[in-house]
């Protein structure tokens, strides 16, 4: 029920990754947030992270695509059930889109199941 959604990335004090996840839930009609933790799986330099909102259960999160600018990131959950594509800007290039769709259709996600965030609210 969130459009509008928002990733945060920093780096705590002690080497995790602060996550702060914003979106407006558009059935309660308000802005909602959750803040969690990544840590890297295995050395810092390789872009496989677990993500926990929850206490001790982590989540994949995988980063298999990124664009020489770091402005597009095609990001893989443990799973073919999550899938994201991160954008720095609220839109995503029509030039973009279908290129990360290949990549992700390729590993056997089935990307007519995405959600595509609608960005029509200021915070």
Do not use: C
Not at 39 to 52: P, R
């Amino acid at each position: 029920n969130l459009n509008n959604t928002t990733a945060e990335y920093s780096l705590n004090k002690n080497g995790s990754i602060r996550v702060e996840n914003r979106g407006y839930n558009i059935k309660k009609e308000k802005w909602t947030k959750a803040v969690g933790k990544a840590k890297f799986v295995k050395e810092d330099d390789i872009a496989m992270l677990k993500v926990s909102f929850f206490g001790p259960f982590y989540a994949g999160y995988n980063v298999i695509a990124i664009d020489p600018n770091y402005t597009y990131a095609l990001v893989a959950g443990k799973n073919l059930k999550f899938l994201w594509i991160l954008s720095r800007d609220t839109t995503i290039p029509d030039e973009i889109k279908p290129q990360y769709l290949k990549i992700a259709e390729e590993i056997g996600y089935n990307t007519s199941n995405l959600l595509w965030v609608k960005h029509n609210k200021n915070k």
